[in-house]
């Protein structure tokens, strides 16, 4: 089992007069509850009469993370070789083990739209997972998450990571390489 890695990270903020640097990142002890940013659950387009717009479906991260604990997998992008192949299978097949160390819910993160996640998730038959979609990469900018996969046709997205999540304050915090290993080591870190 590797050491969780911990992203440390510095951006740029810049004005017509000011240039500062701001360091951002996700560590143990980090309270995500305190963004005010949110995220889509994965659903279909509703066309029975139910809201389609981003308002009436957002997922505050209280909403989240408020008295319960999240085992929590970012990926890339839904369809992809790693995630479909590698990342998002055996988070499927330890379901059950995570909710037996005292896991609430297990979700996937993407910067993505919620029809694909849902979609996707519905392919792998996947859905006991959360999967939850950062539609514009707001919230991966705010957490210095994001990649440029523009090369791979694929645009700003995530970095692969995980994390356990307690009542919104991170407990473990991995960046991931090895995305076939990675549910074994958050479930380990979940059972802490």
């Known amino acids: 089992m590797t050491l969780p890695h911990i992203i440390r990270a510095t951006r740029v903020a810049q004005g017509p007069l000011l240039k500062r640097q701001i360091a951002r990142s996700i560590s143990v002890g980090t309270d995500l509850k305190k963004s005010s940013l949110t995220w889509q659950p994965a659903r279909p387009w509703f066309d029975d009469g139910n809201s389609n717009l981003a308002a009436d479906n957002e997922l505050t991260m209280e909403k989240v993370f408020a008295g319960k604990k999240v085992a929590v997998f970012g990926v890339p992008a839904p369809f992809t070789g790693t995630c479909s192949y590698a990342h998002v299978p055996p988070y499927k097949k330890l379901h059950e083990e995570f909710t037996a160390a005292g896991v609430d819910s297990v979700v996937c993160y993407s910067v993505s739209c919620p029809y694909a996640n849902y979609n996707w998730g519905l392919g792998m038959k996947a859905m006991k997972i959360a999967f ?44 991931v390489e090895d995305a076939s290993g990675d549910a074994e080591v958050l479930l380990e870190q979940a059972k802490k």
């Open 132 to 175: 939850v979609s950062d539609v514009g990469g707001e919230w991966s900018d705010e957490n210095d998450l994001t990649v440029d996969y523009s090369a791979a046709s694929l645009g700003k997205r995530s970095k692969r990571f995980s994390m356990i999540v307690d009542d919104g304050v991170v407990k473990s915090f991995n960046v």
